[in-house]
């Protein structure tokens, strides 16, 4: 008898809607996280931020019997969807994410004004691509507690996330 591999998901959105901060969350819960913005699984290629695919698929091929979520936004993630058993979307308003930007105190990226507005455009070009991969999209302006929940709802396969899962 085959032992059933246990769930992976993604976890992606933009820059400041608190990615890292919920990949915290869910390991201090007890949960296996990568963030792919830690160590090596991003390579610079002509100036593009992308997964290297051969390490990324290595991390998702591995067994395992316990859930993992990854997190990450790179322009080559769609060619690893077919790996997840989700892909999440963590959304929130430009003010909320413009907001979080300028107080966060992990990375000075998004407090200069021409960083800003690379922010505003990439909500505009590329939410939306993300969104159109996307299994399940939830509003991280939500409260920190419940997108954490929805989140584990979903990396336990549970798909009864109303509450702020916006896509299905």
């Known amino acids: 008898m085959r032992a059933e591999r246990a769930r992976m998901i993604l976890v992606t959105g933009m820059s400041g809607v608190g990615k890292s901060t919920v990949l915290a969350a869910l390991n201090q819960r007890g949960i296996d996280t990568v963030d792919t913005d830690e160590g090596n699984w991003i390579e610079d290629v002509d100036g593009e931020p992308l997964w290297n695919i051969p390490r990324m698929a290595a991390l998702l091929g591995r067994h395992t019997d316990r859930p993992l979520v990854v997190q990450g936004t790179v322009a080559n993630q769609g060619q690893l969807y077919h790996r997840f058993d989700a892909v999440v979307l963590l959304t929130a308003p430009q003010t909320v994410i413009l907001e979080r930007l300028q107080s966060r105190t992990s990375s000075d990226y998004g407090k200069s004004p021409a960083e800003r507005l690379k922010v505003e455009q990439e909500i505009s070009d590329v939410e939306p691509l993300l969104r159109a991969g996307a299994t399940h999209v939830i509003d991280a302006s939500a409260a920190l ?5 929805a989140v584990e709802l979903i990396l336990h396969g549970d798909d ?9």
Do not use: R
């Open 145 to 149: 507690g419940d997108v954490v929940a």
């Open 160 to 168: 009864d996330v109303s509450a702020v899962d916006a896509k299905h």
